[in-house]
């Protein structure tokens, strides 16, 4: 399934034939108050039966603005009522926000990003198995520890053959047991080994690469997934894309500075460590022959900001016609072995690459495929082979390509194995089961619901006062944030496990059938209606995400905590945090690329020809804002594949802003601590983006990932709401100031 808008560390979770992230990537990536709540859902249900009935838009949109204001009235913003008093002592702080953290030498006009977190930014050190530290990462860390918890206390049970708790604890307890590893050498591995070793034609490569078993392990120059297709939200899809590399993105081989050059001298060296730990044949001349391909696919993809334009990422194939349009790639051997024969359609999501990487697929011999797919294979599963292998990734993917010092506890690794952070994996939402009966309610996710309500409501009302949308757009943009789905914490309907195997003792083997099991649960309903109900992230999770081709927004259990939420801190710090992230992700559905989705879901231009230039104007306006960031001497933030990430932060601090003053019901907020409610909201906000990070992580992150450092998610967002220059009197001659007419405001 494919999604947009992942509020946190990485690019959107895809699971299916093949991944084109490569393995360091990956691991970088890897009773409210007040109303009683039946009278509360009944006055929504009136509401929304009025709505339904009326013809006019504008008469339903000014209702909707109106029962904000009711609402609020009434007490329905209950959540975090301004005027509520809180049961109990916020987790952080007196009132939510840690005043400690703050370094108040800094101007906030110049820095609010170290003014908010500055002192806290000096004091503390990253963990040392760690590449980056702050609000995400401590969470992350949390949901680990209670994860191996829960994890422990299972495996401590005698659990019913079969059952998830059985599966869970043999999966994780073989992942720990390294002894039993390191005896089967590479005995586990060697039928795969072999079998790459016989390859002798271009079209047995193809079986191998199209094979569910080997998929993962061979990332080649075409990549397969399953996804959504973006023209009819109803049905699955086969998407076929670029792949093949083993750095994080095309710039590690192309970009000639010097930090580049010595992680392409390592990895060189690294590719050579990996085949000889193997004893593979000629080591070092296969090593220059991977380097050398790996470059010619790089030089052949698209760069990152191209690849996002869902406009052109969407070019739809029969079989016949894909034969045609990269005639060298052995399709139907591919095919065959994934089980893909009868399917008729097929989505080409990067199509120049696609034909480029099919003919160098051609031209390069099959010797150097053999190379190329042991050493990915290696790589891919260098955690579950004998110590040597792990040790050595570890060596280049942590400490060269991310700085990280020491590799993590076995344990840490083995509840991300499971998908302790990450949707993708096979196991993540068995362990999800598991996780929300100890540590998310009922009672929780109803809290949060009534937050995501508001927000709506506060967004509904923006869209209706926008001076440069047509009535004729507006329309559209109100229906779509009027049907927008929203989930919250975890499924209503698990996944079921039944015919997943897993065995004590066998780390590699539980891993494989795991996959084996995901791609067969994937490819039986490629005939079937799409599952609206599943989830692209686990409920341990700490992120959040926006789906365009469902139109909807999900919040995993796990983001829903301190500093995010905390239903006794002050409201103004949780309608920056928690608000700013549901803004944030409500904010997908109209950045520059989910609003190419209507309210169904359906990519069309549903816009007028002048609401799009004038979008389109805004929109590149922030983007310039943006790339003239520049984190590391000679390293700037790409604005343009960062636009959908930064508008969404825009617009999530300025429509959460406005939910706050909603809440309070025209009642000036009391000051705390000499901070006023405004303040304190632009606080909270910041808050959630405070965080060190390494050097060499921030160059991954910059280089391949869709969000801009958190430096920028503050200071880049704060510095074009006017109500924040109001609340800390930001004036001409501070550094972050711009003039009126320069600041961005979209929605």
């Not at 422990?152 to 307890?173: C, H, I, L, M, W």
């Not at 495929?369 to 292998?389: C, E, I, K, M, S």
Request: glycine share 8%.
């Amino acid at each position: 399934m494919r999604q947009n808008g992942g509020l946190g560390v990485g690019r959107g979770v895809w699971t299916g034939l093949a991944t084109t992230l490569s393995p360091a990537t990956r691991s970088i990536v890897k009773g409210i108050y007040g109303l009683d709540r039946c009278a509360a859902q009944g006055l929504k249900i009136m509401v929304r039966a009025y709505l339904q009935g009326q013809d006019s838009m504008n008469i339903r949109t000014k209702l909707a603005a109106a029962v904000v204001v009711g609402l609020a009235t009434a007490g329905a913003f209950v959540a975090l009522d301004a005027g509520a008093q809180p049961k109990g002592k916020p987790e952080i702080g007196a009132w939510g926000f840690d005043l400690g953290a703050m370094d108040k030498s800094v101007k906030p006009g110049d820095d609010f990003f170290r003014y908010a977190g500055g002192t806290w930014m000096k004091n503390t050190k990253i963990p040392a198995d760690r590449t980056r530290w702050g609000s995400f990462n401590i969470l992350a860390a949390k949901s680990e520890e209670d994860v191996k918890n829960l994890v422990t206390e299972v495996a401590g049970k005698r659990n019913a053959p079969g059952s998830v708790e059985q599966k869970v604890a043999d999966f994780y307890n073989s992942y720990l047991d390294t002894k039993t590893i390191d005896a089967l050498g590479l005995k586990p591995f060697q039928a795969d080994l072999d079998r790459i070793a016989a390859l002798k034609t271009h079209e047995e490569t193809g079986r191998l690469i199209g094979d569910p078993g080997m998929a993962a392990n061979s990332p080649i120059a075409v990549g397969f997934f399953y996804g959504l297709d973006d023209k009819n939200p109803d049905r699955y899809a086969v998407d076929i894309l670029q792949a093949g590399l083993g750095l994080p993105d095309r710039d590690y081989y192309l970009k000639s500075d010097a930090k580049f050059a010595e992680t392409r001298t390592a990895y060189r060296a690294y590719i050579q460590k990996m085949l000889e730990l193997a004893k593979y044949p000629n080591a070092a001349a296969s090593a220059d022959a991977i380097m050398a391909l790996e470059m010619k696919i790089a030089e052949k993809q698209w760069p990152i900001e191209k690849q996002r334009d869902r406009d052109i990422s969407f070019a739809p194939k029969s079989p016949a016609e894909l034969k045609a349009f990269a005639p060298q790639f052995p399709w139907d051997d591919v095919f065959q072995a994934g089980g893909l024969q009868k399917q008729d359609r097929f989505i080409v999501r990067t199509s120049e690459p696609v034909q480029l990487l099919a003919k160098l697929f051609r031209d390069t011999p099959v010797e150097t495929w053999r190379a190329y797919l042991t050493f990915h294979y290696l790589n891919g599963q260098a955690d579950v082979l004998p110590t040597a292998f792990d040790e050595a990734a570890f060596a280049f993917n942590g400490k060269v390509l991310t700085g990280q010092q020491e590799q993590k506890d076995r344990w840490k690794r083995a509840v991300l194995a499971l998908g302790g952070q990450y949707g993708g994996a096979p196991m993540a939402e068995a362990v999800g089961m598991i996780y929300v009966k100890k540590h998310f309610t009922p009672q929780a996710k109803a809290q949060v619901k009534e937050l995501v309500d508001n927000l709506l409501l506060a967004y509904r009302s923006r869209i209706e006062k926008l001076e440069w949308m047509s009535p004729e757009t507006r329309k559209i943009a109100m229906r779509k944030a009027q049907t927008v789905r929203v989930k919250i914490g975890y499924p209503d309907r698990w996944r079921d496990y039944s015919k997943l195997e897993i065995k004590a003792g066998d780390a590699y083997g539980n891993r494989k059938r795991a996959a084996m099991w995901d791609w067969t649960r994937q490819a039986s309903r490629l005939a079937q209606k799409t599952d609206k109900s599943e989830w692209g992230m686990a409920p341990q999770t700490v992120n959040a995400y926006y789906n365009p081709t469902w139109n909807e927004i999900v919040f995993p259990a796990a983001i829903l905590q301190p500093p995010f939420f905390d239903p006794n801190a002050d409201a103004a710090v949780n309608y920056g945090a928690i608000g700013g992230v549901i803004g944030h992700e409500m904010g997908h559905g109209y950045d520059d690329q989910g609003a190419k989705s209507d309210e169904n879901g359906i990519l069309r231009t549903w816009w007028k020809k002048e609401d799009e230039d004038r979008f389109k104007v805004k929109t590149a306006a922030l983007a310039k804002q943006y790339s003239s960031y520049e984190p590391l001497p000679g390293l700037k933030v790409n604005g343009d594949f960062t636009s959908g990430e930064n508008i969404g932060d825009l617009g999530g601090v300025a429509v959460s802003y406005e939910a706050y003053l909603l809440s309070q019901k025209g009642k000036e907020a009391p000051v705390l601590d000499g901070f006023t409610g405004k303040q304190r909201y632009f606080l909270g906000w910041c808050q959630v983006w405070r965080s060190i990070i390494r050097d060499e992580a921030l160059r991954v992150i910059v280089t391949s990932d869709v969000h801009s450092p958190a430096e920028y998610r503050c200071n880049g967002s704060v510095r074009n709401v006017d109500a924040w220059y109001d609340a800390f009197d930001v004036k001409p001659g501070d550094k972050l100031y711009l003039k009126p007419e320069d600041r961005v405001h979209i929605w």
